[in-house]
């Protein structure tokens, strides 16, 4: 089946740290890869996909590229805000002959930037 | 610009009882998903339809039900509630499936079922 494990926090950094949050994943087809974003109370918001081998998905200052050789797709962001304390969730989507199309999301991860 | 609607925001149900959830999709979405996120924990995905039609298949547990309308808009019936239901209940659409499409979440629906 499959599966996405993200490291878990929650992680607490300074302002202008330098954050890398890890995930991994399982697929049984060529997936799409995604972070997801959830401020307090709110719903999920996308922060940035990508689609096949090699790309990287982009936006808000963060970063994640689709690396296929170590089934990865870790996120990435030189200089953290105060604003950015959330949980981010990394999850994928497999297109098969059956039509499975719902994502699968990792644990989640709770990031806490401390001024 | 527009966003998925979902209705009501929140919802308190006694066991047993039955209850009724509505989401409205970005217009010209034809795609409609629903989550299920626990406290504390990742969203499970139910069930999604297309174009009316029931897509995919997730956890969803045979005292839930769902459809697809005419105009896209979706509910998600539940009945026989029980307190492991309590959750935040989200719908997302897109435009078509596939693996390009993306999924654009509205704020859920908090159901405690006490």
């Known amino acids: 089946g499959n599966s996405v494990t993200q490291m878990e926090g929650p992680v607490t950094l300074s302002e202008e740290a330098f954050l890398t949050i890890n995930c991994t994943y399982t697929?049984?087809?060529?997936?799409?890869l995604f972070w997801y974003v959830q401020y307090p109370g709110e719903g999920l918001q996308l922060l940035l996909k990508?689609?096949?081998?090699?790309d990287k998905g982009s936006n808000k200052g963060f970063e994640a590229t689709y690396r296929k050789e170590t089934t990865s797709f870790h996120l990435e962001k030189g200089s953290v805000q105060v604003s950015d304390s959330a949980v981010y969730f990394c999850?994928?989507?497999?297109?098969?002959?059956?039509?499975?199309?719902?994502?699968?999301f990792g644990k989640g991860t709770h990031l806490i930037i401390q001024p | 610009a527009a966003g998925v609607i979902q209705s009501p925001r929140h919802l308190i149900k006694e066991k047993r009882e039955t209850a009724t959830l509505k989401c409205y999709p970005i217009p010209r979405h034809d795609t409609v998903y629903w989550y299920q996120q626990g406290p504390g924990q990742d969203p499970q995905f139910l069930i999604s339809?297309?174009?009316?039609?029931?897509?995919d298949k997730g956890s969803i547990p045979d005292r839930f039900s769902a459809q697809q309308f005419s105009d896209y808009h979706s509910e998600l019936n539940m009945s026989s509630l029980e307190l492991g239901d309590s959750a935040l209940y989200f719908c997302?659409?897109?435009?078509?499936?596939?693996?390009?499409?993306?999924?654009?979440f509205g704020p859920g629906t908090r159901l405690t079922v006490t």
């Open positions: 999850a994928l989507s497999v297109v098969s002959g059956g039509g499975a199309d719902g994502l699968t």
């Open positions: 339809f297309y174009e009316k039609m029931q897509s």
């Open positions: 697929a049984t087809g060529y997936p799409s």
């Open positions: 990508a689609t096949k081998a090699d």
């Open positions: 997302a659409s897109s435009l078509a499936r596939g693996r390009f499409s993306e999924q654009y």
